[in-house]
T-cell receptor, first 112, second 115 residues
């Protein structure tokens, strides 16, 4: 059973388009993180959200944590080829001492 | 740039061989993790450690073993590799971020192929 469902799994868009990636669960998470992974490399942390309803912006990326802390979204404005990669959401539950549950990822391809 | 290293980056071996995947970090982090990742699939935690001489199995059952004799070093060993072990293995360490939540730093991974 997939605890964190990401959608879509694959997304291919043109440069300049906007997109949203979703991360959903039936479980409550104490915090949620988004990572970006490029081919042949390990994931790199983009953001951590901890409060229900929280919104964080990182340049053209906007992250939102759902009010009930069961879901999150990542919105990219005016996507660029450099945004290409695998986007992973990861949730922490309670006092798990740093352990994370990962979604299966969204593979984003931005074509020039 | 995170200072966490994994060797080898790629490994192709035959069935039955014993292998050790190396992971080292120079950040002084107490917590370290091993994940297994297959294409299009989520990262599965197979081992974690909260410090020297502390190791626990993760959510995904694995035939591999780990050790943590030094803070900076967290090697993973497979006594007898099988084709089902073919996967990408990612090592990570973590520290508390400004949000009060652990933030994980990943190595580049080892792509293991067992023939």
């Amino acid at each position: 059973t997939q605890l964190l469902e990401q959608s879509p799994q694959f997304l291919s868009i043109q440069e300049g388009e906007n997109l949203t990636v979703y991360c959903n669960s039936s479980s409550v998470f104490s915090s949620l993180q988004w990572y970006r992974q490029e081919p042949g490399e390990g994931p790199v942390l983009l953001v951590t959200v901890v409060t229900g309803g929280e919104v964080k912006k990182l340049k053209r990326l906007t992250f939102q944590f759902g009010d009930a802390r069961k879901d999150s979204s990542l919105h990219i404005t005016a996507a660029q080829p450099g945004d290409t990669g695998l986007y992973l959401c990861a949730g922490a539950r309670g006092n798990q001492g740093g352990k994370l549950i990962f979604g299966q990822g969204t593979e984003l391809s931005v074509k020039p | 740039e995170a200072d966490i290293y994994q060797t080898p980056r790629y490994l192709v071996i035959g069935t039955g061989k014993k292998i050790t995947l190396e992971c080292s970090q120079t950040m002084g982090h107490d917590k370290m993790y091993w994940y297994q990742q297959d294409p299009g699939m989520e990262l599965h935690l197979i081992h974690y450690s909260y410090g020297v001489n502390s190791t626990e199995k993760g959510d995904l059952s694995s035939e591999s073993t780990v050790s943590r004799i030094r803070t900076e070093h967290f090697p993973l060993t497979l006594e007898s590799a099988r084709p089902s072990h073919t996967s990408q293995y990612l090592c990570a360490s973590s520290e508390l971020g400004t949000s009060g939540i652990d933030e994980q730093f990943f190595g580049p991974g080892t792509r293991l192929t067992v023939l």
